[in-house]
């Protein structure tokens, strides 16, 4: 195994193709002919999505926000490499008005944020090792889709964490779909997102869906294309109803119009 994978590496390109390779985008890598076990590959540490598309294998890749322009690298067994370029992408600025008790936490608010966070981070993070063939994804509601990924937020003018996710305009009560087939790994009512499920796709693949009205599903139930997980709504911190529908690969929030099928 170890022969045939340097050889699979030996036939790549010191710099592999990685469309929408910026911060907060996918570097999508051809890796060779889909041929035994996939290559286990990883990127800061964290291990990466490996499909057999078309009988080739193929990385996706999920390139931080935080990510600085430049040379990057994904990592094979013994320590082979194969180097991407992360070029740069301009975000926008947002300025929104909230509720006070959003913005400047009280100190039981903010332990409740903590304990929170770590559930969340948890399920951003969970590797199932299943086969992929893909990662488009269908719409999980049909209405306006803001383009307010990565933009830098100011809640009552102060600065806050860029928005990572894409939100939906559409009606309170409007049904959402599973966009892929999937298992439901967490649901709850959190501080800031409100009511809020996760679906793990495979292979550190994972959507979330926020300020819901109603949740529709339970932890560790499986999930098709589909399938109605809950109900739009306007809890946690929002300004109206609208669903917030953000997409993650190997911990890290990339863009969902790279993925939604009608975006191709």
């Known amino acids: ?8 590496i030996l036939l790549l390109p010191a710099a592999a193709s990685a469309d929408s390779a910026w911060p907060g985008g996918i570097a999508f890598l051809d890796l060779g002919p889909a041929e035994g076990d996939p290559p286990v590959v990883e990127f800061d540490g964290k291990r990466v999505l490996v499909m057999d598309d078309g009988g080739q294998w193929r990385a996706a890749v999920g390139v931080p926000l935080s990510a600085g322009t430049g040379r990057a ?8 490499t194969m180097s991407f ?11 929104l008005q909230v509720a006070r008790s959003y913005v400047s936490l009280s100190e039981e608010n903010l332990a409740r944020y903590h304990r929170e966070r770590k559930v969340i981070d948890a399920a951003l ?27 830098r937020r100011f809640f009552n003018n102060e600065p806050r964490s860029p928005h990572t996710g894409m939100d939906i305009a559409v ?4 049904p959402i779909q599973a966009p892929m087939d ?13 009511n809020t499920v996760f679906i793990d796709h ?11 009205s109603e949740t529709g599903v339970q932890n560790g139930d499986e999930v098709a294309a589909g399938d109605v997980i809950g109900l ?8 109206g109803a609208h669903l917030h529908f953000g997409t993650y690969l190997n911990g890290n929030a990339v863009d969902p119009a790279i993925l939604l099928a009608e975006s191709d």
């Open 1 to 8: 195994m170890k022969l045939k994978l340097f050889a699979l």
């Open 73 to 80: 690298s994904i990592t094979f067994a013994d320590d082979i």
């Open 85 to 95: 370029d992360v070029v740069e992408h301009a975000y926008a600025e947002e300025h």
């Open 125 to 151: 993070n969970n590797w199932r090792d299943v086969p992929l063939t893909g990662v488009a994804l269908d719409s999980p509601v049909e209405g306006p889709r803001s383009s307010s990924f990565g933009k």
């Open 171 to 174: 009606p309170e009560g409007t």
């Open 182 to 194: 999937g298992i439901v790994t967490e649901t709850g009512d959190f501080y800031f997102n409100g």
């Open 202 to 212: 495979g292979q550190g693949f994972v959507t979330m869906y926020c300020h819901l």
């Open 232 to 239: 739009v709504g306007k809890t946690g911190r929002v300004t």
